[in-house]
């Protein structure tokens, strides 16, 4: 039990509350999902060790259902992952005024505590369309970071009105973080390689380069001579990046040890690739893989 709200599983005497609360909702839901206002008996039915369901209940009802929204804990695996997926629906007239969010931390405590009174869970994931930023900027303040993008996630509706398959990003947290600084930070972890041999205006008669494709596979920048002739510069253009990046440049062994250990990395761990051009892609995948692997 918070402050405003408490949290517990669903029973057959919250059937009302809960058809009013969707229908009320419904519009609003639609933009992302599928509300159906009478699926508690099938919700409760379907109650089980890898789907738990959470009802979110107003201490002060205000005169209506008192209903202010619903929690999926589902995908539940155990032993060495013990991670699970979260989903959830804020209702009318409660929804935007702070209720829900405090429900939604009382589950993920309840997630995360020890068994047999919580889950015992180590990671929960929520996965978001990218439209849906409310939904986003929610799990954010909790503490809720950012980790991918998954392309044709789930079939559901957008905000065109259509049902389709939608993209959905990503956004985590672990029991070790919990509870978490609101907004925290992305945390991403900054990967380099540079690219030596070459100076980049070769690219524009032979091809693409090397380090412009293992950029791209990697999705970080490319700092090349191309466009930028100091190498010291190119290596300020690393050390100002938060991800890290390819760096495209003719320079002496000692200029590179001095940039990279100015831009952050340990210039003995990160990879160097020989100048090429229009490589077939399995080489190219191959190099990415390879400087990623060396971050492990």
Known sequence: MGERVEVRPPTPADAAAYADAVTRSERRLADFAIPNPHNLPLVIENQSPTYRTFMVHALDPEGSHGLVGRINIANVVGGSFRSATIGYDSYDPYAGRGLFAEGLRL?????????????????????????NHRSAGLV?????VHEGFSRDFLH?????GRRDWRDHERFTVLSSDWPAVPYRAQGHRRIA????????????????????????ELGIPL????????PAALFELLRSSPI????????????????LARAGFDPTAVPHLDAAFDLPRSEVVRHA????????
């Open 156 to 160: 559901l509706p957008g905000p065109d």
């Open 223 to 230: 700092f090349s001579s191309a466009t930028v002739e100091s």
């Open 193 to 216: 390689c540079v690219v030596s041999g070459a100076s980049g205006y070769d690219a524009a008669s032979r091809g693409t380069s090397v380090g412009a494709a293992v950029a791209a």
């Open 107 to 131: 589950t993920v405590d309840l997630a995360f505590d020890d068994e047999p009174h919580g889950m015992g869970l180590h990671r929960i994931e929520a996965n978001i369309q990218t439209a």
């Open 244 to 259: 890290g990046g390819v760096v495209e440049v003719r320079a002496s062994a000692p200029e590179l040890r001095m940039g």
């Open 140 to 144: 954010r303040s909790l503490g809720f």
């Open 289 to 296: 893989l390879a400087v990623r692997a060396a971050y492990a």
